[in-house]
């Protein structure tokens, strides 16, 4: 169980950072005309 809950708060901190960093860059190009 202890290590589901790390792997969790890992991949939910990957998520966070994906949507604060990733999105931005991937999706402007391709919204913006």
């Not at 202890?2 to 901190?13: D, L, N, P, S, Y």
């Not at 604060?20 to 402007?28: A, I, N, T």
Request: hydrophobic share 45%.
């Amino acid at each position: 169980m202890a290590v589901a809950m790390q792997h969790r708060e890992w991949f939910e901190g990957l998520w966070d950072k994906s949507k604060s960093f990733d999105l931005p860059v991937k999706f402007k190009p391709v919204f913006s005309p």
